[in-house]
């Protein structure tokens, strides 16, 4: 990557150059939080604030994370130094994989074990604690956090796992927001 | 901190923001307590020349001088001083017999400011009042360290965005005058329509585009201008957020740096030891918002800030 574009990225993100995957990954979040919804903070300078700034801010954010993200991916230059995953994914799991549409939190239990990983390696790994995942694991739902966090989260998990982020998250978030609704209705 | 260190000069935080009842004066009295604590000589000064309170907060009904004396009887600012019963903490009371506080002179506004500077100690905070009056904002940017307090609300926001945006403006005014650019700023916002400006960084943009000169000036004052935040009053993990969130919009629409210095929890504690006039970090040392004050308190001295993260606070109870 250019080193202007490198620049650029950890800027959109608010970091200086030299921050780690976590903190890309947490400064993406919040941001993305606060400039896709409407809050106090942005509404109390909605004067300076239109929506095509807003929406532009948002695309730069993305696009940041997901280069950035990339990058750590490549060159593996996270300071703090986490490999690849360590585990090898083979034909016939790739195959399973690839055919599945529907990533309930006990399947994607099943694929982990499967590959041979425990959730502290994972937890390692992403920089996200253990207690998340256990909770997507379990479907926890009311336990887990703010759906934006939460998609993160598990992008970040199916990631690790070889999967198809989006489709996982996709799916996923799709069944915690029916859940969510119903508490809401007993509430 | 005076060992050795004989021409250190001493530093001046102004703590201000805009909406009143955010808590200023309570953090201004706060955050010195706590500088002496460790070892330091402050000032207080209150510049709340139309509601000084200062002088409750830190213990004392009737302070034997005030700012009268400097405005009126021409006693000099160090000569008013007074003791409020806490080692090291001096104040400066606010509190005017009959001048109005907009009504000061201009030559007396720079006579004070000279002697503000002049004062021999290691810490100087000036707690100023509410709203975006001139001599606030003129008394704000006297300070190395900017603070505002602001609440989790959204009025509270509203007026702290004013505020730093008008400090900002006459910052940017002061400089460009010490430049012979008396009137720059004020034609664009006058001519804003025709360059189609809509925004504050908007007109920002536009003077660094009007020349290499103008834009070395801005360029200069941005990398330096900084804004710290106090966020106060605060009632959950979630409201925690709002600091951040609040130095993301600083950077991004109106273009300059903002540090978010710490949070200090909603504590009715506060309001009994005001209403008994107790200081509240010496009555209260090991609540939790005594050692929230420590900490933003050696954050803004070592120039540090608090990185929140969402996935922490999202949910969190206090
Ligand atoms: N952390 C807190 N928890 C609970 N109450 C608080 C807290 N901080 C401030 N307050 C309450 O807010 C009131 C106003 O505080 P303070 O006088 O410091 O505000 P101010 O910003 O200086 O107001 P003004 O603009 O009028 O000068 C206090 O009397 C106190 O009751
Ligand atoms: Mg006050």
Redesign the interface.
């Known amino acids: 990557m250019p080193i202007e574009d490198y620049k650029k990225y950890f800027e959109a993100l608010e970091l200086s150059p030299d921050s780690q995957l976590s903190e890309v990954r947490n400064s993406y979040l919040h941001l993305k939080s606060l400039y896709s919804n409407d809050s106090i903070v942005t509404s109390a300078i909605a004067y300076e604030l239109s929506e095509e700034k807003r929406h532009d801010i948002v695309e730069q954010v993305e696009e940041a994370y997901t280069k950035l993200i990339d990058f750590f991916e490549n060159k593996g230059s996270d300071p703090a130094g986490s490999k690849k995953p360590s585990f090898v994914v083979g034909e016939e799991l790739k195959q399973y994989m690839s055919g599945m549409t529907s990533f309930s939190g006990e399947l994607l239990r099943e694929i982990r074990e499967k590959l041979g990983v425990n959730l502290k390696d994972v937890a390692v790994f992403t920089k996200i604690r253990k207690q998340y995942f256990e909770d997507i694991e379990r479907e926890k739902f009311s336990s887990l956090p703010a759906e934006v966090y939460l998609k993160g989260y598990i992008m970040e998990y199916a990631r690790y796992l070889s999967l198809d982020p989006e489709k996982v998250a996709n799916d996923y978030i799709g069944r915690y927001r029916s859940a969510m609704k119903d508490k809401g209705k007993q509430d | 901190m005076n060992n050795g260190a004989q021409d250190k000069r001493c530093e001046i935080w102004a703590i201000g923001g805009g909406k009143g009842g955010t808590g200023k004066s309570f953090v201004t009295s706060s955050i010195g307590t706590h500088l002496a604590s460790k070892g330091n000589k402050v000032v207080l000064i209150d510049a709340d020349l139309g509601g000084a309170n200062l002088h409750t907060l830190l213990g004392v009904s009737k302070p034997r001088n005030s700012l009268t004396d400097f405005f009126e009887k021409k006693a000099s600012l160090k000569d008013i001083i007074v003791n409020c019963g806490i080692p090291d903490i001096g104040l400066v009371s606010g509190t005017l017999s009959s001048l109005d506080s907009e009504n000061i002179k201009y030559a007396q506004k720079l006579k004070l400011f000279r002697q503000i500077k002049a004062i021999d100690t290691d810490y100087i905070l000036i707690d100023l009042g509410a709203g975006s009056h001139n001599n606030t904002i003129d008394t704000f940017l006297l300070a190395d360290k900017m603070i505002v307090v602001t609440l ?4 509270a ?2 007026n ?2 004013h505020f730093i945006k008008n400090v900002f403006f006459r910052k940017l005014k002061i400089i460009l005058s010490a430049h012979g650019l008396k009137d720059v700023i004020q034609d664009v916002w006058k001519n804003r329509d025709a360059h189609g400006i ?4 908007d007109v920002v943009e536009h003077l660094m585009g009007t020349s290499v000169h103008i834009r070395d000036i801005i360029e200069n004052e941005l990398a330096t201008f900084r804004i710290h935040i106090v966020l106060n009053q605060v009632r959950s993990g979630r409201e925690i ?2 600091g ?6 600083c ?4 273009g300059f740096d903002a540090q978010y210095a710490g949070h200090i929890e909603y504590d009715e504690t506060v309001l009994r030891c005001i209403n008994k006039r107790l200081p509240f970090m010496l009555t209260h040392p090991f609540s939790h918002v005594a050692k929230e004050i420590s900490k933003l308190t050696e954050n803004l001295r070592d120039g540090r800030q608090i ?1 929140v ?3 922490k606070y ?2 969190r109870r206090l």
């Open positions: 989790p609300e959204i009025t926001l509203e702290m965005y809509k925004h504050l960084k957020m709002v951040a969130s609040v130095k993301s919009v950077l991004k629409f109106l990185t993260t969402a996935d999202a949910n």
